[in-house]
């Protein structure tokens, strides 16, 4: 049963309405537009209520439980809402400018097309959450649980993902440039044609990723983990791939130009018409890998002799 706003005891403090909800289980509290605004409401039972369009911003929702609550289109920027409950809530298009949501539980959660611009979300888990088109520039997210998370389209614009779980997140089309992604893991997660350009991936495990058509310009992958990875025709000009693990990676017509090379495995790695002019190999293990057709001009190769 939808229950109205102005029939609900929520005016008479959070034990009184939490005390209403144990009593009305089958209540579904009605708060769209309201403005809440500023105040409050740590501790308090809004699970399954309608909030769509409310003014929720800066209040204070600690502890709160939110499961499956309908907050689309609320206006939550600033809002403190850490360690709270937002199982499997819709908050699309919501305004989640700088809220902190740290330690938050959101498994399955929709922020689709939500703003979360420079939002605190470290060590929250949104595990097959809803993150299409969500922006979430200069966020902090560091590690995050995003596991199975659709992430198409969304924009981590100098994001902070440190030690970050992205495992089979789906991420194609994702603009992350100049985000840090130092020690996360992304094992068999898609980053079709993702846009990776000046990101810092430095021991980040990318085992089984596909990378297909990827833009990695400049970013940083010292001893990233890319076994097995798909990253053909990827542009990675002027990466840093010293040390990493690229065994049995498949580089098919990938743009490493200027890439440096030094000491990484290659092992059985296919480099099929891969442009390689001008990259550093030195020391490098390219054992059994296939090298046909790559364009090797100007190229220090693994003894130290550059390739005419």
Same mark, same amino acid.
């Given at each position: 049963m939808v229950v109205p706003l102005q029939l609900s005891p929520i005016q008479d403090g959070i034990p009184a309405w939490n005390a209403w909800r144990r009593q009305n289980p089958d209540s579904l509290p009605d708060l769209s537009g309201?403005?809440?605004?500023r105040q409050e409401l740590r501790e308090i039972d809004l699970s399954l209520s309608f909030l769509r369009n409310a003014d929720l911003s800066q209040v204070d929702f600690c502890l709160a439980n939110l499961e499956e609550a309908n907050l689309d289109g609320a206006e939550m920027s600033e809002c403190a809402m850490y360690t709270a409950n937002l199982r499997y809530a819709s908050l699309k298009?919501?305004?989640?400018?700088?809220?902190d949501l740290v330690e938050?539980?959101?498994v399955g959660a929709d922020l689709s097309l939500a703003v979360l611009q420079r939002a605190r979300l470290?060590? *929250?888990?949104l595990t097959d959450a809803c993150l299409y088109t969500t922006n979430l520039r200069q966020a902090s997210l560091s590690n995050v649980i995003l596991i199975r998370a659709d992430m198409r389209e969304v924009d981590l614009t100098m994001a902070d993902l440190r030690e970050a779980d992205l495992r089979e997140a789906n991420m194609s089309f994702a603009v992350c440039s100049l985000s840090k992604f130092v020690g996360a893991t992304f094992c068999k997660a898609n980053l079709?044609? *993702?846009?990776?350009?000046? %990101?810092?991936?430095?021991v980040a495990n990318l085992m089984g990723a596909?990378?297909?058509? %990827?833009?990695?310009?400049?970013?940083?992958?010292?001893? *990233?983990n890319l076994y097995m990875s798909d990253m053909r025709f990827a542009?990675? %000009?002027?990466?840093?791939?010293?040390? %990493?693990?690229?065994r049995i990676a498949n580089l098919t017509g990938a743009n490493l130009t200027g890439a440096n090379l030094g000491m990484a495995n290659l092992t059985e790695a296919t480099l099929y018409r891969a442009n390689l002019a001008g990259a550093n190999l030195y020391q490098a293990n390219i054992h059994q890998a296939n090298l046909d057709g790559a364009n090797l001009t100007g190229a220090t190769m693994p003894d130290g002799r550059k390739h005419p």
């Open positions: 309201a403005n809440f605004a298009e919501s305004n989640l400018t700088q809220a938050a539980s959101m470290d060590r *929250a888990d079709y044609r *993702a846009n990776l350009s000046l %990101a810092n991936l430095c596909n990378l297909y058509k %990827a833009s990695l310009i400049g970013a940083n992958m010292i001893s *990233a542009n990675m %000009a002027q990466v840093d791939l010293r040390e %990493a693990c690229l």
